[in-house]
């Protein structure tokens, strides 16, 4: 949702990079490049206003004046300005203090309130609750029945007592399954509410009426990200009439420009809370302005990546892998491998786990063109292969592969390219897992950058001793200006190239296998 924004400020920041002090000019021409950006991504004009008005603020006082990377600094200020529009810090649920704690959804039909019913259900199900749905939307046809389905998808309850469609109501709907939740014992009562296509008299009293019979600890106003403007307009429409406590964004994964995330929180003066971003029960978070804003300028979401590696990843799994693949290569099998790449797959979307991390920001198209389905055609290879190969891969000739590649559906070239890559893959993790890393500084086995063995070392330093100078002055003085010049050439870390960047640098041969 956030592409074009984050692209338009790259490259506004790109122009500040590089200069060692920055005038009152470059600020003002970056703040207007940034101005541009927010007015395209339908930012709020209230809210653009009082976000350059910080940025040129704070730009020109002494922190950027005296800062020793001014363009570094001034992507710092827009940064916290970014978050302090969204909300500043998370804001978490408020749970009473006698169960159950009564949340309550408003919002206008279509915004997605009954998907996000069974999401939040499931999300608060993980954090080792135990939520009720309600059905008090009794005017959209089959809408108890919607709810009913997704409640069951989530593997949470349900409270429908009215079949809907025009009949029963609401709100003894809603002050039942009160009583019910305490029977029950559920600690935490959803209550999914009618909405409209537009703001009514009729749709505010229902909602008041609702609020008023069971006291909801929050309400949460539901608003799709992917309506612009509007969105403002409904939020501060329905904080007026009924009243809300913070902020639920759903289809936050659609193709809208944005403005209505970056524009709500500041304009109605409630936080965001919880981010909707796809169609599956588990695409649902809650929402960290900081994360946020890193991702829109680019700069990923390392920490919710970590959160969900955590969720998924068992730390005796972890660990039982490492030590394996301390062992040595072989003991890392490509049962191993599918277990791993399915762990990976239960995290969720390979693109936008992908695109949590630093300057991925650049390969979007790639992302977007990523095939997840590459992902089950691997599984599908290895589930074609005998227990005795998955060992073994290296007994895996001609006629195995055209078995595997007849079992699996792919071509014999596809069966050939994974195994090849299973053992790179095998290499490289074996390596690290032992504490080396090919290529890289200080580790073992890098040639020529500190690493390697002992054995090595010490040879290279009996060589380094047993070059000495010259005794011929001529000589010396020439070998001495051919060392200055090629100092001179040198780039960064005495790579070859200067200010090129190094690009006669050679990987090593480990790494060139996994970049295409």
């Known amino acids: 949702m956030f592409d074009t924004l984050s692209d338009r400020l790259a490259a506004t920041f790109k122009n500040l990079r590089g200069k060692g002090r920055l005038s009152e000019a470059d600020i003002d021409a970056t703040a ?23 940025v040129k603020e704070r730009s020109l006082g002494a922190e950027v004046s005296q800062a020793l990377n001014p363009a570094q600094q001034v992507i710092k200020i827009v940064n916290d300005e970014l978050v302090g529009i969204l ?15 009564v949340i309550m959804l408003a919002g206008l039909q279509g915004a997605g309130k009954t998907t996000l019913a069974g999401k939040l259900g499931r999300w608060l199900k993980t954090q080792g609750h135990a939520p009720l749905l309600v059905a008090c939307d009794l005017q959209r046809p089959n809408a108890v029945n919607q709810l009913s389905v997704v409640a069951e998808r989530a593997e ?19 002050q039942d399954s009160i009583e019910f939740a305490r029977t029950k014992q559920h600690d935490v009562v959803i209550v999914d509410t009618a909405g409209r ?86 695409d649902f978070d809650a929402f960290h302005p900081d994360r946020m804003a890193s991702r829109i300028l680019g700069m990923g979401d390392m ?43 239960k995290m969720g979307s390979i693109s936008k786990l992908l695109g949590m991390l630093p300057g991925m920001g650049q390969m979007k198209d790639q992302l977007n063109n990523l095939d997840e389905r590459d992902v089950d055609r691997t599984a599908a290879i290895i589930k074609s292969m005998t227990p005795a190969e998955r060992q073994d891969p290296t007994i895996i000739n001609g006629s195995r592969r055209a078995r595997i590649a007849r ?30 890393m090919p290529g890289m500084p200080g580790m073992p086995g890098t040639p020529g950058m500190g690493g390697g063995s002992a054995k090595r070392k010490g040879k290279q330093q009996k060589k380094a001793k047993g070059k000495q100078r010259s ?24 790579l070859p190239g200067g200010e090129q960047g190094g690009k006669d640098f050679e990987l090593p041969d480990e790494f060139k296998k996994f970049m295409g």
């Open 407 to 436: 079992g699996s559906g792919v071509e014999v070239s596809a069966v050939k390219n994974l195994v090849e890559r299973f053992f790179d893959a095998r290499k490289m993790m074996s390596k690290m897992a032992q504490g080396g």
């Open 32 to 54: 207007r490049e940034i101005r541009i950006a927010l007015l395209e991504a339908d930012v709020a004009l209230p809210v653009v206003r009082a976000f350059i008005k910080q």
């Open 156 to 174: 949470v309850a349900v409270f429908a007592p009215e079949p809907g469609n025009g009949v029963g109501d609401p709100v003894k709907v809603a």
């Open 197 to 282: 296509l537009g703001i009514d008299e009729e749709l505010m009293r229902q909602a008041a009426d609702i609020r008023d019979a069971v006291r909801p600890d929050e309400v949460l106003f539901v608003v799709d990200a992917m309506i612009g403007q509007d969105a403002v307009n409904t939020a501060e429409a329905f904080r007026d009439g009924v009243g809300f406590d913070g902020v639920v964004l759903s289809k936050l994964d659609g193709d809208a420009r944005g403005g209505a995330a970056l524009s709500i929180a500041h304009v109605t003066g409630r936080q965001i809370m919880f981010a909707s971003n796809g169609e599956k029960l588990d």
């Open 471 to 494: 005794g011929n002055p001529m000589k010396r003085k020439a070998e001495e200006q051919a060392a200055a010049a090629r100092r001179e050439q040198g780039g960064a870390f005495g």
């Open 87 to 101: 909300g500043g810090e998370a804001r978490r649920l408020r749970f009473a203090k006698q169960p159950p704690t």
């Open 303 to 345: 920490l919710s990546l970590i959160e969900k590696a955590e969720q998924t990843f068992s730390q005796q799994e972890a660990e039982k892998m490492a030590a394996k693949l301390a062992k040595g290569p072989k003991e890392f099998t490509l049962d191993d491998f599918l277990a791993q790449m399915e762990q990976v797959r």
